[in-house]
């Protein structure tokens, strides 16, 4: 029997880590969109060779902890601050390239003021939003993306739209701010999905480098243990019922 | 040669910023502490220094921006009046969190509430005693005069450095709108990229390069062993800094059988009223808290030792007396004046407190 280090050389290898993700275990339950869409940035940010150029700007909310899985300088931001704090990092370092990692939460409840301004002042960065329709880290309460008649801990018998109004459709009402050149909706269900998302990503990060202001990639995630479902119904749960209403595709690009 | 010219208090805040190399500005306009940013926007630093100057959309968001400057290693402010202040309080314990250096200037106004926009001194508590979560504290500087407003902006971006920790000046309306002449500082440089990588280079996000780990500004640590262990740091350093940093100032007080304790405007008044107190054959003196985190526990403690009795006169419902009784612990009689809502008490009523609530009382 060979050795799997005999296995394991250089033209044998078809996939490979990035070394901009660490090997720190990742806290995310098993089926969540977060790792992959972390691997996705770690990804874009070794290809285009800007590791040391890139900061990070997490959010409080699952990927609360992104910073120990990215190798790169990061700042984790209070609840929907992210783009404040991304806002003072362009504006000192235009050089930069900066990003916020945001859940639906984060960034379209509490963080809507700051979402909002930093995109219609078109500041130079990257914007990863995870639109899960839930608050995961949390427990499974509802969120702004909720959909109608959707049950969360906090929405035990379906969201009611008169009770809590409409799922906020918010990327749509970012992509009608001139401060953004590129608005687009993304999913990390399929290979051939993730493979899109990762061109979108790394479009956006490459218009940092062309300083065209704002690019906003949402990412129409699952949250299994808060939905209830397993990874796969979760997949297929994303497709039948969010998709409709968070419908993949650019929104904007300039 | 020097540079003297008559200003309000504000404006000096802004011209002071300028010139000791602060990096960026973010704030939010309210009365009585809008001109820092009116004054910011006339001067367009930006083509002078390169300071950014930028008008946030509130104030959670600008000082955010603080916490995202500040946390690249550089000199960053924000100002705000007493509502604006109440807001920025999240942020500010995060930066307090962080462990990230950042001056905060609050021009206080009269509350609670939108309350007025008239002089007040009620936010004592919320500066010294953490008016954000979690055990923190911030540097406190309490300006008395225009000058001071100038000097506190260097003096408190170098505690704020010296000790990664949020440093606040505390002044309010009468100081920040009041015009005296000032003694302007002279122009220092911003620090380069460079310099912020050899100054900040261990903690700061400067982009993390293959020579170092990557540097996180985060006040997050889930391990409560872990998270005890980060509050005795932090508890150590507000140690060292109440042994070194404490600063006050004593006015005929040699001679005193009677001592007022007053900060900021109050401590102008007192002045005034100790020369009519001691015409009518009063000895009062004056100790005036410059830094109010630290406290001068110690030099009040010392005084009481040789006066009767103690005068707290602060524009408020009685807030800073509080400290004053924890430091003389019975040993001379304390009591409180105040006026408050707006209101600013004359000398003469100074002086009739001390006689009727001290002296007689
Ligand atoms: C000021 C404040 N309010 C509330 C919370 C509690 N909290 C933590 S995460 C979170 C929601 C996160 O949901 P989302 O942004 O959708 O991200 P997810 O966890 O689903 O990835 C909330 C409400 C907090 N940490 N701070």
Redesign the interface.
Known sequence: MSDIKDIIKDENLVYKKTKVLTDNVMHYCPGCSHGVVHKLVAEVIEEMGI?????G?SPVGCS??A?NYL????????HG?AP??????N???PE?YVFTYQGDGDLASIGT??I??ACNRGENIVVIFINNAIYGMTGGQMAPTTLEGMKTATSPYGRDIKLNGHPLIITELIAQLPGTSYVTRQAVHTPAAVRKCKKAIRKAFENIGQKKGTSFVEVVSTCNSGWKLSPVKSNEWMVENMFPVYKPGDLKDE | MAEYKLMKGNEVIAEAAIRCGC??Y?GYPITPQSEILETLTLRQPWLETGM?V?Q???E???I??????A??G?K?MTSSSSPGISLKQ??IT?LAG?ELPCLVVNVVRGGPGLGTIQPAQSDYFQSVKGGGHGDYKLIVLAPASVQEMNDFVDLGFELAFKYRNPALILSDGVIGQMMEKVKLSPVKPRWTNEEVIKLNGSWA??????DRP???????ELDSARQEQFNHKLQAKYKEIQEKEVRFEKIACDDAEYLFVAYGSSSRICQKAIDLAREKGIKVGLLRPITLFPYPTKAIQEMAEKVKGILAVEMSAGQMVEDVRLAVNGKVKVEHFGRFGGMIPSPNEVVKALEDLIIKG
């Open positions: 590791q040391e150029k890139t900061i700007i609360v902890l910073y190798d790169i300088d990061w700042q984790e931001a209070a601050r404040a704090l991304a806002t003072a990092v504006r000192l370092h930069k003021a700051e909002m301004h | 990096d960026a973010f950014v930028l946030a959309e509130s959670v968001a600008a955010n921006m603080v916490y995202g400057g946390a690249c550089k960053v999240e942020g995060y962080a996000t400067t982009g993390k390069t293959a990557r540097n996180v500004a985060t006040s997050l």
